[in-house]
């Protein structure tokens, strides 16, 4: 019997692409060129520097840069004897080489030498400190900085039994970035050419395996100009660009895996090669839209957390996913219905002939068929396993990256680490921002004279406090030295003291004056409070607005509730897998990083969003062809045992590129990269085996028709058509509809 033509979105776009394969390929390729040129002339607009921040921390850094200071990039190098001291002629000559070394550079400004100021020399006399400022834009000095570093170089060289080593924002900024840099273009070189290997694989020939990669390139390069536009309404950070690779990297080879091999399926039953693309356009092609859908609802969850970094980066992997949706539905039919079965192209020997159509896999097969015949012993084994892996997790303690978290090779490290030893106060000073309508009255130097004097001999104060003021003498800056690492408990112990104890008491009480605390220690526990009380908002926003999809998409209650539970496993699973390698340090020999005792701070939420919409694919894929077949006529069960088998070697294929691919995020130099990919790669690998492969056949089969119930007072909910509006089954001419199941109705199919 016919099929209709399809009614819904995805099976009208992909009818008409695939019969003006054409127009819509040259449509795709004006939209990525006119995205790419307008968003290189808007530039992307970066954060800010205070909106890199939150809380008090955001509101002090504010008030700074309205404030009139002279901004400048601070640097210092660090003069340093084991055994001499800073009165011993070979260390004076080193501090003189390098004081004259610095200041012939023609970027160098405000150079003073320990010897003229003896603050600058550390207690022990061994170490001393020549402090200099970079002219210009400080947002622009790590690209001036490295004529400066050379020339420390050269002074080091020429002092071997001193240690003369380089520190500041800039040489810090350049020798991080340098790193990271490389970092970054190693993962985006390995990504490439592994997803193409793994597709060769999947595929068994060339030319089906390079039309996903491109595809998915193509949207990430037009999301790269869209974003452009987009960030001048919402900042984007550059760590975002990386995520937008990886991830549109990952969803858009997903989505045309889904599709192609659904093509392939079809063709290999018979049809003609439009047939087969209007069939796989409402199906896979309807799944695509509704797996693009839910990770972007996901992704909208970091918009409720209101900091600018994670703001940024569910923008921008937003307008990924949602570009490559737009491509999939759009230009791979029309690309498929101009190559026909050249997309067979290039065959592997031994490859070529076995994977030209969809088959179902036998190893899945026996493990399905097992799993369903013992669906509780299933249930109780694999679902017991993930929650005793969870259960690490209850332990696990969050902290915000810092100094800790970069390689400890890098010099830069080693010389901050240094520093700090040697000089408490340099390594992390609190920035108290003194706000009044004039700062040089009496009473307010009354209060910041107090607050001096209370901070003199205070443990958790480390040296004098410096006092700047602006010149409308409406700010005043004080540096307030803190010990500790910017996040340890030393110092938010001491940064504790100093918001709640030392400024209420001093000129925090002093009428008509506002204060506020930035720095590395109140930018970490203003992110830590903030994420606390923005998390469960973002949980709530992610499960309820995915819950209310996949019931309008499945006309089930049970099936959002079940795939809630089920994403949730696999997140904690992975949770507890974090807690044990990174937190625990089991790993630290295989991923050869040092354990500094948590969890980066960041991670968890990120990770539950990524994760929730990502594992959500597999799941709305697998279910739509579980319902495609339930509604064609099969039994409950044996709808779960199709659906299941025919999509696993498609869902086996999309998440080996996931996980390939997030690997190698565990392969860079910092911890925070290391645990993102672990997180991603096992919780990507939990979910397409112990959960579709062992608990959702399981679950399925346990509740038969009962998957699709649906309360009498939701009947309401329209109908959304599953396979493509036909009224039979076009194969079998099988009826769709039925009706059962107990406590309340199943949905009435229609061809709507």
């Known amino acids: 019997m016919q099929a209709k033509p399809a009614g819904g979105v995805a099976a009208r776009a992909g009818r008409w692409s695939a019969r003006h394969p054409k127009t819509a390929i040259l449509g795709w390729l004006a939209f990525v060129v006119i995205s790419l040129v307008i968003g290189n002339m808007a530039g992307t607009k970066a954060p800010t520097t205070a909106q890199q921040y939150d809380g008090e921390a955001r509101q002090a850094e504010t008030m700074l840069a309205d404030a009139g200071f002279a901004q400048a990039a601070g640097e210092m190098v660090l003069v340093q004897s084991k055994t001499g001291s800073a009165d011993d002629p070979a260390f004076r000559a080193t501090v003189r080489d390098v004081q004259r070394a610095v200041a012939a550079q023609p970027a160098v400004t405000n150079v003073t030498s320990p010897l003229d100021h003896p603050e600058q020399i550390s207690q022990d006399g061994r170490s001393a400190l020549v402090q200099f400022d970079m002219k210009g834009d400080p947002d622009k000095a790590a690209d001036e900085i490295a004529p400066v570093m050379t020339a420390v170089d050269r002074v080091a060289g020429e002092h071997r039994g001193v240690t003369v080593a380089q520190f500041g924002s800039a040489s810090a900024e350049k020798e991080l970035n340098d790193t990271l840099g490389q970092d970054f273009k190693k993962a985006e070189m390995l990504s490439v050419p592994i997803t193409l290997a793994i597709l060769v694989v999947a595929f068994g020939a060339l030319v089906a395996a390079t039309v996903p990669v491109v595809l998915a390139l193509t949207a990430v390069a037009s999301t790269m100009g869209l974003l452009g536009i987009a960030s001048q309404l919402i900042p984007v950070d ?384 697998i279910l739509s062809r579980v319902r495609e077949a339930w509604k064609r006529g099969m039994s409950s069960e044996e709808a779960v045992a199709h659906g299941i088998k025919s999509t696993a070697g498609t869902v086996t294929s999309a998440a080996v590129v996931m996980v390939a691919v997030f690997a190698i995020f565990a392969t860079l130099s910092t911890l925070d990269m290391k645990q993102l990919g672990v997180g991603l790669a096992f919780a990507i690998l939990i979910d397409a085996t112990i959960i579709r492969g062992v608990l959702l056949p399981a679950t399925m089969k346990l509740l038969g028709d009962r998957n699709w119930y649906l309360p009498r007072w939701l009947q309401w909910l329209p109908e959304l058509d599953h396979e493509g509006g036909s009224d039979s089954d076009a194969d079998t001419g099988t009826p769709r509809s039925r009706r059962g199941g107990a406590g309340g109705a199943l949905p009435e199919p229609s061809a709507a």
């Not at 090779?409 to 390594?427: C, G, H, K, M, N």
């Not at 800056?477 to 996040?487: E, I, K, M, N, Y």
Request: charged content about 15%.
């Open 238 to 621: 550059e760590n975002a660009f990386s995520v937008i690779l990886l991830v549109g990297l990952a969803v858009g080879v997903d989505y045309s895996l889904f599709y192609i091999r659904r093509e392939r399926e079809e063709r290999a039953k018979g049809h003609d090669k439009l047939d087969a693309l209007d069939i796989a356009a409402a199906t896979s092609g309807r799944a695509v839209l509704i797996s693009g859908l839910t990770v972007i609802v996901a992704m909208a969850g970091m918009f409720v957390t209101g900091n600018t970094i994670f703001m940024g980066m569910g923008l921008g992997t937003i307008l990924v996913v949602a570009v490559a949706v737009l491509g999939s539905l759009t230009v791979l039919p029309a690309a498929l219905a101009l190559l026909g079965d050249r997309i067979n192209k290039g065959r592997i020997p031994f490859l070529g002939r076995r994977r030209t159509g969809a088959t179902e896999s036998r190893v899945w097969g026996a493990l399905i068929d097992r799993v369903m015949r013992r669906p509780v012993v299933a249930v109780v084994i694999a679902g017991g396993a993930l929650v005793a892996l969870s259960i690490p997790a209850l332990g696990m303690q969050t902290k915000v990256s810092g100094i800790e978290e970069m390689p400890r090779d890098l010099p830069v490290i080693q010389t901050y680490q240094q520093i700090r030893t040697a000089f408490p106060s340099e390594a992390d000073p609190a920035t108290v921002v003194v706000k009044a309508s004039d700062v040089t009255s009496p009473a307010v130097k009354a209060g910041i004279a107090d607050l001096q004097a209370q901070a003199k001999g205070d443990p958790r104060v480390a040296g004098p406090i410096g006092v700047e003021v602006n010149p409308s003498h409406t700010i005043a800056r004080l540096s307030v030295g803190l010990p500790g690492t910017g996040s340890d408990a030393a110092s938010k112990q001491a940064l504790t003291h100093l918001r709640e104890d030392l400024l209420p008491a001093t000129i925090g009480s002093v009428h008509g004056v506002e204060t506020a605390v930035s720095g590395t220690a109140a930018a970490n526990a203003d992110f830590n409070t903030l994420m606390k009380g923005r998390t469960p908002l973002v949980f709530a926003f992610v499960l309820g607005l995915a819950f209310i999809l996949l019931l309008v998409t499945f006309r089930s209650i049970v099936v959002p509730i079940k795939a809630i539970v089920l994403n949730l496993l696999s997140v904690g699973a992975a949770y507890g897998l974090l807690t044990l390698v990174f937190q625990d340090g089991h790993g630290e020999g295989i991923l050869g990083f040092e354990s500094n005792g948590g969890i980066t701070s960041w991670l968890p939420l990120f990770l539950f969003v990524i994760l929730f919409g990502l594992s959500m694919d597999y799941h709305v894929f």
